[in-house]
């Protein structure tokens, strides 16, 4: 590679470095002019061979699987998700250059954060970060905790655009958005990306959120023990024949409804868990309310108003600890703090979900501990293996990011 930079160097002494950049180019999808008459190797940046992209757009999906929140207008590309890979990790979109996505969305942790809240460029974010795994595969279309995104292409600059998360806010002396812009511009292989991606070097905001939410739909999780036996059966309603009874009973519990009385206490049944999570994405349903949890980290405040969740797959790493928290407050350190926080709702606040009480009643389930530990052994059964070894989610600088 050295000696073809050199052979190109002299050539564009000579002034025909085009012709030079025009052979190379078409054999070598890692060399690039880029757009001066330098020209770089792509390989001396990144870890990715240009030549043979890692396979985005055409990922196996098991066959029960439905929802998909893709917009017709922004399908999934190699090109188009490996620009989203690199935006994804390059601390540069921050504005002190300290943070990037991946930075509060971690691989290790099913793109979550196992901080409470996470740390930005200007100090602690203001919500326990969302996990992304599968975020492609719901009918939800808005996202944070607050649903105050109407999309995921929306909502993947609005971090940038934040003040404290990344600092492109225009605020107390911070650049704005068009000063990202410029910086991305000066930046001499990003010019040639989004070309490729796009079909035009144009670099501005639709192309970047467009490229990173390419990028974070693409990041997938089918390969957990729950898939290896949801395709084995007709429906979730089954027993799964590889589950143990106890998972089976944890998937029963989950699936099915509970019987409550007047006074919201729960007769028979289940917990109604797949209300509001539907098998076999396990994403957030559309139309539901407030599940009762209120607080603001940090604060005596209260949040009535928030009601999204990233989808339960992955809850639990492969290494069989929790990736984080759980709630929009990180109220809940483990899974049996969060199946306690259901089995009694301690608020009937107006936004509470009404499948979260009987009449103006919050549900009391009662659940036993051979029934919480059932529906936790369930919930394990939901961790894949590869998205947190995959080197295509993984970050692909030679020296630079997290």
């Known amino acids: 590679m050295k000696n073809v930079l050199k052979v190109l160097s002299c050539a564009i002494v ?39 992209l890692d396979n985005y757009e055409n990922q196996p999906i098991p066959n029960y699987i439905n929802e998909d929140n893709t917009p017709n207008g922004n ?11 690199i935006l994804f990790y390059d601390n540069s979109l921050s504005f002190n250059n300290t943070v990037s996505c991946a930075s509060c969305h971690k691989q290790a942790s099913a793109f979550g954060d196992i901080d409470d809240v996470s740390l930005g460029a200007n100090g602690i974010t203001g919500r326990h970060s969302m996990r992304l795994i599968n975020a492609r595969f719901g009918d939800e279309t808005n996202f944070f905790w607050d649903e105050r995104a109407n999309s995921l292409e929306q909502q993947t600059t609005m971090p940038i655009r934040d003040h404290a998360e990344m600092g492109f806010s225009g605020e107390n002396g911070n650049p704005d958005f068009n000063d990202l812009i410029t910086r991305l511009e000066a930046v001499n292989y990003y010019p040639e990306l989004f070309l490729r991606a796009f079909g035009s070097e144009t670099i501005n905001e639709t192309q970047i959120q467009n490229a ?54 729960r007769i028979d049944g289940g917990f109604g868990c797949a209300g ?37 797959r992955d809850l639990i790493g492969a290494n069989g600890q929790s990736n984080g928290a759980f709630f929009h407050d990180a109220s809940a350190s483990s899974l049996e703090d969060v199946l306690l926080h259901y089995n009694a709702i301690e608020t009937n606040n107006p936004n509470l979900d009404n499948r979260l009480r009987s009449g103006n009643n919050p549900q009391q389930l009662q ?13 394990s059964t939901l961790t894949g293996e590869n998205v947190y070894s995959d080197e295509k989610w993984s970050n692909p600088f030679v020296s630079n990011g997290e």
């Open 212 to 265: 990173l939410s390419q990028f974070i739909r693409s990041i997938q999780s089918f390969d957990s023990k729950y898939d290896d036996n949801r395709a084995l059966v007709n429906n979730d309603n089954q027993p799964f024949p590889n589950f143990t009874n106890q998972e089976n009973t944890g998937k029963q519990l989950f699936m099915q409804p509970p019987n409550l009385n007047d006074q919201g206490v």
């Open 75 to 85: 399908q999934i590309t190699d090109e188009g998700a490996t620009l989203g890979r």
């Open 14 to 52: 000579m002034g025909c470095a085009s012709d030079n950049y025009d052979s190379v180019n078409s054999d070598n999808g890692n060399i690039i002019d880029d757009g001066s008459g330098v020209v770089i190797d792509l390989s001396d940046y990144f870890n990715i061979d240009f030549n043979s």
């Open 367 to 379: 659940m036993t501990t051979a029934e919480m530990e059932a529906v936790i052994a369930f919930l």
């Open 276 to 312: 509001c999570h539907g098998a076999p994405e396990f994403s957030i349903a559309e139309n539901r309310g407030n599940n009762g949890v209120i607080g603001v980290f940090g604060s005596d405040a209260i949040d009535i108003t928030v009601t999204r969740s990233p989808t339960l």
